[in-house]
């Protein structure tokens, strides 16, 4: 069978959870990628790497010459000529008009109250004026967002009493910000969904989303979310009308926050995403390899769980942490995707150095018999004793 070729926009950590994906299942897909790191995190599971910036247009432009499809695995891709490539007849998926709504917080929000999709009350934010006009409209405290270029909570500033207003535009050094109500969520919760070419749209069970104590930073998701059936049907319906919604064939990751049994969408990534990595070892089908299926327009895989629970654990840098390391489990080095135990798979993204608060890998559990979610985030506490970034030795 030929291999279609699909160009990603980004050769990090989701670009090598792909590569391993078509590896692990003999997929008939090859991968190039361009990224601005030589020898990226992916570049073992590549055809081709260009190297060049995300937003670089000559660079995407070669990119679509060799490639059969294009897709992205960071919102930061030049849309623009995502676009253009788009109406000249290159498939790219998702829609770079999907990718243009998304990029901008804002103008995502606005599409998805446009649609009747539940979204926390927002407002554009240009000045001082602004700002405090959504003071006393949405109260304290207030959530203040750029509008773009921002991921991981980076680009969030919350207002908790009215001298903290003075420090908006010195943090962003910007003027394109977005309020947003604050919400006192019960929880988090997301739900990974794929739409085929034809329209077909598949969720993965719905995940709980568990934020660091001193970081807004994803640091475990347990699947299936400890909420009621209730809340899964509406996180579900409120997912399939988003997808519905939005433009283009991929993997999508929903993030919603729950309030008193009802869902709001927080925000949408128009790409796999870090709350369905569990889907590698825990479903019949991955995150990964249902986007791949998805933008080649082959029929969407099954999205149950294998065999019960799951739970997925980030593995992050520390503060002070910098430069070269060593990821290891109980004393031993990881490379690439390891079984350290059973049920227990641990991922080295592979990145070049670490960095405070950066995404540097991830452990799985899956259940063994009939363990229960609380069962699994016991585990978890003695297995992230066990994982740990080391400075590497010269």
Excluded: W
């Excluded at 910007?174 to 019960?186: C, E, K, S, V, W």
């Excluded at 369905?276 to 825990?282: K, L, S």
């Excluded at 002070?320 to 290891?328: C, V």
């Amino acid at each position: 069978m030929d291999k279609r070729t699909i160009g990603v926009v980004g050769g990090g950590q989701l670009c090598l959870m792909m590569g391993e994906a078509i590896k692990n299942k003999d997929l008939p897909y090859k991968l190039i990628a361009i990224d601005p790191t030589p020898d990226c995190p992916a570049h073992p599971f590549l055809e081709d790497q260009i190297v060049g910036d995300y937003k670089d247009e000559d660079q995407i432009r070669r990119l679509g010459e060799l490639s059969d499809i294009l897709t992205f695995e960071i919102e930061l891709a030049n849309s623009k000529v995502l676009n253009d490539l788009s109406r000249k007849g290159k498939p790219v998926h998702p829609s770079p008009e999907t990718l243009r709504i998304i990029q901008d917080k804002f103008t995502q929000a606005d599409f998805l109250r446009a649609h009747d999709i539940p979204v926390p009350d927002f407002q554009k934010i240009e000045g001082e004026a602004d700002l405090r006009r959504a003071i006393r409209e949405y109260g304290l405290p207030l959530m203040i967002k750029a509008r773009k270029d921002s991921y991981d909570g980076r680009g969030n500033f919350v207002v908790r009493k009215e001298s903290d207003a003075a420090q908006v535009f010195a943090y962003f050094n910007a003027t394109g910000l977005m309020a947003q109500r604050y919400i006192p969520f019960d929880l988090e919760v997301s739900v990974i969904s794929a739409r085929g070419i034809g329209g077909e749209i598949v969720n993965f069970p719905v995940g709980e989303n568990i934020h660091g104590a001193d970081y807004n930073i994803l640091k475990t998701t347990v699947v299936p979310a400890r909420v009621s059936e209730s809340v899964i049907a509406k996180a579900e319906k409120v997912a399939s009308d988003a997808m519905e919604a939005l433009k283009g064939a991929g993997v999508f990751g929903i993030e919603m926050f729950v309030v008193k049994g009802e869902v709001l969408i927080n925000e949408i990534a128009p790409r796999v995403h870090n709350s369905g990595h569990y889907t590698i070892e825990a479903c019949r089908t991955s995150q990964f390899e249902q986007h791949l299926r998805a933008i080649a327009g082959d029929r969407l895989g099954d999205t149950r769980l294998i065999s019960g629970p799951a739970v997925m654990y980030n593995v992050i840098g520390c503060e002070g942490q910098s430069g070269s390391y060593r990821i290891l489990y109980d004393g031993k080095t990881v490379t690439g995707t390891v079984k350290v135990e059973e049920g227990v798979f641990v991922h080295n993204y592979g990145k070049h150095e670490v960095k405070p608060y950066r995404k540097m890998g991830h452990f799985t559990i899956v259940s063994l018999k009939g363990e229960t979610q609380d069962d699994l985030l016991r585990r978890a506490e003695r297995i992230k004793d066990k994982v740990e970034i080391v400075a590497r030795e010269n």
